[in-house]
């Protein structure tokens, strides 16, 4: 185990509705992202952070917002959800502090259905 | 934006056989990861390449990053059912917090 939990785990909801995700580390890293995955489209990013309340967008950022009031939990929102938002999604942490090459470390994932 | 073209998409082949994925971009850069994905679980990096031209090996894993930093591949040798996932490779560019790109993936299945 990496330290890393989401939840929840599998969520059906409706279009228009609200969604938060919730990401939880237990090592104090600094650097936080979602993800989404879907077929053909590998890993996308959707938000990152860099600290407490220090936030930026990824390349599909839009329907969604996020917030990291603690340096271990770090909240995807989807304020009306959408069929479109259908995926999984995966949080990650940074590991590596000393390397220029950024390593991942992924939780295990949400399956979020919008019917 | 950087994109990475990985293929093939999926490849079924027989236990004991050999194979060769490839991911592919036009941009450069820093470093390349592999990442390995099972049904239900996050991915988990296998290796990092760095340096143009380097190769790696993983037991029967040998991973090599091209000598222009664009382009790797993974070459799996006597292939395992438990060989079996999603393999995904991911580009990082220097000094970008955003992480990493990936590519679509591909579905490697090992058949007994």
């Known amino acids: 185990d990496a330290g890393i939990t989401q939840s929840p785990r599998h969520k059906v909801t409706e279009t228009g509705t609200p969604v938060t995700l919730r990401c939880h580390q237990t090592?104090?890293?600094?650097?936080m992202y979602w993800y989404r995955q879907d077929p053909g489209h590998g890993l996308r990013l959707i938000h990152y952070s860099y600290g407490v309340k220090d936030t930026d967008k990824g390349e599909v950022s839009d329907g969604y917002s996020v917030s990291r009031s603690k340096t271990e939990d770090f909240l995807l929102t989807l304020e009306s959800a959408t069929s479109s938002q259908t995926s999984v999604y995966f949080c990650a942490i940074k590991r590596d502090r000393n390397s220029g090459a950024n390593v991942l470390t992924f939780g295990a994932g949400s399956r979020l259905t919008v019917l | 934006t950087q994109l990475l073209e990985q293929s093939p998409q999926f490849l079924s082949i027989q236990e004991g056989e050999n194979l060769t994925v490839y991911c592919n971009s036009s941009s450069v850069f820093s470093s390349l990861q592999w990442y390995r994905q099972e049904p239900g679980e996050g991915p988990v990096l296998l290796v990092t390449?760095?340096?143009?031209?380097e190769v790696k090996k993983l037991k029967r894993l040998t991973f090599q990053f091209g000598d222009a930093r664009k382009d790797s591949s993974l070459h799996i040798t006597a292939a395992q059912t438990g060989d079996t996932g999603l393999y995904l490779c991911a580009g990082a560019s220097s000094g970008s917090a955003r992480q990493l790109t990936f590519g679509s993936g591909t579905q490697l299945t090992v058949l007994p």
């Open positions: 390449v760095v340096t143009g031209g």
């Open positions: 090592e104090n890293h600094r650097y």
